[in-house]
């Protein structure tokens, strides 16, 4: 997905809040916990090709639940983390917050 000679060609950007809705205007200064999806609907065929991919961020001290946005069918696979790694591989849906542990990062791809 990231590893294209001119990856932003047919590429989707969205980013989301901790409550799963889109980031607002007056949330970019809040320096708060947010997602970024990144997908390609052109790759979807390709195999061994991730098409869709979440990143959440956490800049503070304590843990939030994040509610994962849905897109299309199916969960996320949490494919890493930078604190709890024994959850990596499972995976989340939109019926689930995903508890987002303190400063750190968790990357989820499309299963």
Same mark, same amino acid.
């Given at each position: 997905?990231?590893? &294209? $000679?001119?990856? &932003?060609?047919?590429?989707?950007? %969205?980013?989301?809040?901790? !409550? !799963?809705?889109?980031?607002?205007? +007056?949330?970019? =200064?809040?320096?708060?916990?947010? !997602?970024?999806?990144? !997908?390609?609907?052109?790759?979807?065929? $390709?195999?061994?090709?991730?098409? =869709?991919?979440?990143? @959440?961020?956490?800049?503070?001290?304590?843990?939030?639940?994040? &509610?994962?946005?849905?897109?299309? %069918?199916?969960?996320?696979? @949490? +494919? @890493?983390?930078?604190?709890?790694?024994?959850? %990596?591989?499972?995976?989340?849906?939109? $019926?689930? =917050?995903? +508890?987002? $542990?303190?400063?750190?990062?968790?990357?989820? &791809?499309?299963?």
């Amino acid at each position: 997905l990231l590893r &294209r $000679e001119n990856w &932003r060609d047919g590429m989707v950007i %969205e980013w989301f809040n901790a !409550g !799963g809705g889109y980031q607002q205007p +007056e949330q970019w =200064d809040e320096g708060s916990t947010l !997602g970024v999806y990144i !997908g390609r609907p052109d790759l979807e065929t $390709e195999e061994g090709i991730w098409h =869709d991919v979440l990143m @959440l961020f956490n800049p503070f001290e304590g843990n939030v639940p994040f &509610r994962i946005p849905q897109f299309g %069918e199916g969960g996320w696979v @949490l +494919e @890493l983390t930078t604190s709890d790694t024994a959850n %990596e591989g499972v995976v989340i849906t939109k $019926e689930k =917050d995903f +508890e987002l $542990e303190g400063r750190s990062i968790a990357l989820f &791809r499309r299963p």
